[in-house]
């Protein structure tokens, strides 16, 4: 994939060459899919469910949580089902995120989204395939974790994807629709359980996994819900000043469907300056790991500095 610009950027501050990390993670987590889900019969859905978990993406997810577990002390091994967990569900809410009855969109990822090119049944049920495959993946794959843990990290992914989070988020968007006047509070929900919810599971189940301490899952979960808001304060801006190619999927949406977001309430000044000031807060909480937090740290800059 190609990550350019926004890399080298973030790269001259927290001095990490995150552009090699990240296309070494991604290949792995790229791998680690590929091997995850074959086709078998009916083909049809299978087919469906790897047109979307294997059409690119950044990966973020895996790859957070492949870096808190070895932050913790954990290895690639232990966290990589879980990764691909990650991948899948998110993968999934893309699906049905972009259905007729919701968003509507005919591209995803660069590429036609699953229900143009497999019908809205298809690409109702690769989601619903997708969402279970994921847990039984984790169940079934992972190794060298004890079981109390790996109860733990079901309870974690169950709940960011459940009405208190992904799905909650969803219903609250859907409900705001139309709304131009919507409070600030209102938009801070959404985007806690559609985006942050999911980042948060992804950076604290690799630490989960590894056995890391409470204190310090504690401190990886400011990390994250601040990396989270930010992320979206981000795609905000980024849906107002990038095109389609940048993006990979319809630009300017938000605008056109009059929808409340952070440069709609606080202008574009001040959501970029809104988004560093969690990105700095998020590096805060890093401080005491040291060196093994640099991916952690170059990653949260690179979301600020990110064009697509
Ligand atoms: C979870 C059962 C279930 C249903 C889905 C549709 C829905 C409920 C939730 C919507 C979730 C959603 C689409 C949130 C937006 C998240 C977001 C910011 C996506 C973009 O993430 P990137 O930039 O995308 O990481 P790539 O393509 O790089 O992976």
Redesign the pocket.
Known sequence: MVLTDELKASQGESRFDLLAYLSERQALVEAALDRSLQVIYPETIYEAMRYSLMA??????PILCLATCELAGGTVEMAMPTACALEM??T???I??DLPA?DNDDY??GKLTNHKVFGEDIAILA?DGL?AYAFEHVAVETQNVPADRLLRIVAILGRA??AAG??G??VV?LESEGKSDISLETLTFIHNH??AA?LEASVISGAILAGAAESDVRRLSHYSKNIGLA??IV?DILDITSTQEEL?KTAGKDLRAQKATYPSIWGLEESRRQAHALIQDAKAELADFGDSARPLMAIADFITARTH
């Open positions: 690119g993406g950044k990966r973020l997810r569900i998110h999934m809410s893309l049905h995120d919701m995803r990822r989601g969402l994807v459940g992904l799905v988020g969803q968007d559609k985006t999911l992320f979206q795609d990979g």
